[in-house]
């Protein structure tokens, strides 16, 4: 009689733990998907990434300076084409039949319409012209980075991808003591800047050292 009591106790014991088990995992099921609706969606690390900015926007209004290098090409015109013409300082470039054309302070769009109109009617008849960017002024990275100096401008440059040119951020590199100063501000004043920050050609960047 003892031997089955003990039995008996034993498959009650199992049963109830049974039960204890299947209540505590249907009650899991159950609030799981409240608990992950209540995750905010923002919460991602794609909030945490950089802006993407809009290339075809910077290079429609970018504005040439000296020390870039562009190409003239007329369709059909070779002798009208240039390759490779370096801005100056006087900010113009010695063309055919044209003579001495703006460049300095312009955007690409607007050499291509300045020339198109130049030989329009004059020497051409509906001239095709398209003005490409071959090679951009340098900006230049100063400070706790492995490669201090200037490097060629690249479009959608970032403070990070610059650092990136120079070598990367030297250990002590303070990411809170980031500074520009912009190429085009005459007063040459550093202004506060971030990894995201973006770049202009000409611009310096400095990058100050952290003492914590």
Do not use: H
């Amino acid at each position: 009689m003892m031997r089955f009591q003990l039995r008996l106790v034993q498959i009650m014991y199992v049963c109830v733990c049974g039960c204890v088990r299947l209540f505590v995992g249907a009650w899991l099921l159950s609030a799981w998907p409240i608990a992950y609706a209540q995750v905010p969606a923002t919460a991602s690390i794609s909030s945490m990434t950089a802006p993407q900015l809009d290339i075809a926007k910077l290079l429609s209004t970018y504005k040439l300076s000296a020390g870039d290098v562009i190409s003239i090409r007329v369709f059909g015109e070779d002798e009208l084409s240039r390759e490779r013409i370096r801005l100056s300082d006087a900010g113009t470039i010695p063309y055919p039949v044209l003579g001495e054309v703006k460049a300095l302070g312009l955007t690409i769009g607007e050499i291509e319409r300045s020339i198109t109109k130049g030989l329009n009617g004059r020497y051409l008849v509906n001239p095709r012209v398209s003005v490409t960017i071959e090679e951009y002024r340098p900006f230049y990275i100063n400070g706790m980075v492995e490669r201090p100096g200037g490097y060629p401008y690249q479009p959608g440059l970032t403070v990070l991808k610059a650092s990136s040119l120079a070598g990367g951020f030297k250990e002590r590199a303070s990411f809170s003591k980031i500074s520009i100063i912009r190429e085009n501000d005459p007063k040459n004043q550093p202004q506060k800047a971030n990894i995201n920050t973006q770049v202009n050609p000409g611009d310096t960047i400095f990058i100050e050292e952290s003492f914590f």
